[in-house]
């Protein structure tokens, strides 16, 4: 029998196919179109202390094989997600991964407190490389004292043993670098990558597209470093738990990822396109997987660091 179940950390899930931060709010529009329990997990849209109505639009922008976002961590703050949103998702048979986000130290002590009263949470992500914040100084993943401080600050308040996983930028030099800096902060398993900060200029206005000028970019375009900092994360550490994602749309894509070094795959921005892409696409990788030999999903991790 395959066994298609896999860890992040000490959170077991079903199967290694959730959905990406910030690509599917708290999972309510997707659940018309399939029960969300047939996902490994729901990771939810990234939540910061207060309401807050994001950054000014026009907020997306199409780009070739990519999408580039400034949303500005839109979202009705964490106390009105957990009275609202996190009951509806207990109802709803899936795992949930919250995902917490801040603008200083400070608030990711006082998120962790909050979130650490809730029952039947499977892991917490902290997104500590938010790409669409005022200043870059805020982007806490792109220095290593500041990561290490936000994750610190998150494992002395939520206690001991609540999975904690850390969510990473792509826009620095030295990614293992980071890597280890938040595990020995505290994190238990990393979220690799989050978009790549981008731009488009308007050739008719001859000015940036974005309201916000700068953007996440997401989508295939940028699977290749997702693929690339996987892999350079799991060979610096091969014991930690990579939660994957950037620009899976299939089957193959998310494989790619495990092979890197993924024990789970978060699928975004092809939901966009595809409400059904998640689902899909985990059917896809088990097929693949069984097809190729494979008796387990833990099998498949990292193995395209094998010498042989
Ligand atoms: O809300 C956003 O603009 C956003 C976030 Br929090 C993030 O982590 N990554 C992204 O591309 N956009």
Redesign the pocket.
């Known amino acids: 029998m395959f066994d298609f179940s896999t860890t992040l950390g000490s959170s077991r899930f079903d199967n290694p196919i959730l959905t990406a931060?910030?690509c599917a709010g708290s999972g309510k529009e997707l659940s018309q179109f399939f029960p969300l329990a047939s996902l490994g997990g729901i990771v939810t849209k990234?939540i910061m202390l207060k309401p807050r109505s994001?950054r000014a639009t026009p907020r997306m922008a199409e780009t070739p094989s990519g999408m580039l976002?400034?949303?500005?961590?839109?979202g009705p703050g964490i106390d009105l997600f957990l009275e609202n949103d996190i009951p509806w998702l207990q109802t709803q048979g899936v795992r949930i991964v919250i995902s917490i986000?801040g603008e200083t130290v400070e608030d990711y002590a006082v998120l962790a407190r909050k979130v650490r009263g809730v029952s039947g949470v499977a892991a917490l992500e902290v997104?500590i490389?938010?790409?669409?914040v005022e200043n870059r100084g805020q982007v806490f993943a792109c220095h290593p004292e500041t990561a290490r401080a936000a994750i610190e600050a998150v494992r002395r308040n939520v206690g001991g043993d609540f999975p904690i996983i850390a969510?990473l930028s792509p826009d620095v030099t030295d990614i293992a670098g980071i890597a280890t800096e938040v595990v020995s902060a505290g994190a238990d398993g990393l979220a690799l990558i989050?978009?790549v900060l981008g731009m488009v200029i308007d050739t008719s206005t001859m000015r940036p597209k974005l309201a916000g000028k700068t953007g996440?970019l997401?989508g295939p375009a940028i699977r290749p470093v997702a693929v690339r900092a996987i892999y350079q994360v799991h060979q610096a550490l091969p014991h930690v738990s990579i939660l994957g994602m950037g620009g899976v749309s299939n089957g193959q894509d998310a494989l790619q990822l495990i092979l890197a070094g993924a024990s789970a795959v978060s699928v975004g921005t092809a939901t966009f396109g595809n409400p059904l892409a998640a689902v899909t696409i985990k059917s896809e990788l088990e097929a693949i997987l069984i097809n190729k030999g494979f008796n387990s999903t833990a099998e498949a991790v990292g193995y395209a660091h094998r010498a042989d």
Do not use: D, E, F, V
């Not at 976002?69 to 839109?74: A, D, H, M, R, V």
């Open positions: 931060s910030g990234s994001g976002n400034s949303i500005g961590l839109q986000a997104n490389s938010c790409p669409n969510k989050n978009t996440g997401s």
